[in-house]
């Protein structure tokens, strides 16, 4: 009987100890909100903590990210969008237990910003979660929810070494999503590295921009990168 009574207690108490790991981890360490450096200079930065998972140059409409045989995504799939001129993509993960907070790749002022729901009902990132996670490229293989899921677009206005720039930045939800948050509104001046919004547990979130010769990438798939303070071009 004492035997039975002590391996009920230690299971609640396991039970207890969990239970109080998954608070602290969904309601409190979700939340941090880590202070960033933002660099100085005509750089863009990343809009999301999280892993590179996919970097291309591309014109709007050619297949860039193929998830499986016979199924792949353009840059007008991801943005929602009929662009016209050729784009720099660059596609980061955020794993559930990255900093969720969105930050503005560059300095300048909110043009739009479009909800767009999903196709049909958000499909799981696991597949990719996984990919991340072991560094098993390519990462975007099997992840039907980049053309499938639900996401935000934004598009920025600002000035990149001397010339006008548009930039698109696209949170897309995965399938456990409680919200895409968008904390800015069109007309907005916002600075490069404040928050402009944030996806509520695992997610991803892709940058689009015109290709410019002069631009450096400076990320490559498998990176890891910070929101408001890793350079993606410069």
């Known amino acids: 009987m004492g035997a039975n009574l002590t391996a009920v207690g230690l299971v609640v108490l396991v039970a207890l100890i969990l239970s109080g790991l998954f608070y602290y981890w969904r309601y409190i360490w979700f939340f941090r909100n880590p202070t960033r450096t933002v660099p100085d200079g005509d750089s863009i930065t990343s809009p999301a903590d999280g892993t590179v998972v996919y970097v291309r140059t591309v014109e709007p409409h050619e297949p860039v990210i193929v998830i499986k045989h016979g199924l792949s995504a353009s840059v007008n799939d991801i943005v929602n969008e009929d662009l016209s001129t050729r784009k720099i993509l660059i ?106 919004g944030m996806i509520r547990i695992g997610s991803q979130v892709d940058i689009v921009v015109p290709y410019q010769k002069e631009m450096k990438i400076m990320v490559r798939p498998g990176d890891k990168v910070r929101a408001g303070e890793t350079v993606l071009i410069e």
Request: aromatic share 10%.
């Open 91 to 196: 596609g980061i993960f955020m794993s559930p237990f990255d900093v969720h907070y969105n930050r503005v790749p560059l300095s300048g002022i909110v043009i739009s910003i479009r909800h767009y729901p999903g196709k049909m009902e958000n499909v799981c990132m696991l597949a990719m979660h996984l990919r991340t996670l072991f560094h098993r490229g390519p990462y975007s293989k099997d992840s039907l929810h980049i053309l499938q899921n639900e996401r935000t677009v934004t598009r920025l206005e600002g000035r990149y070494r001397d010339r006008l720039l548009s930039c698109y930045v696209i949170q897309i939800a995965a399938k456990s999503v409680r919200g895409i948050d968008s904390y800015v509104a069109g007309g907005q001046h916002v600075r490069k590295g404040s928050i402009f």
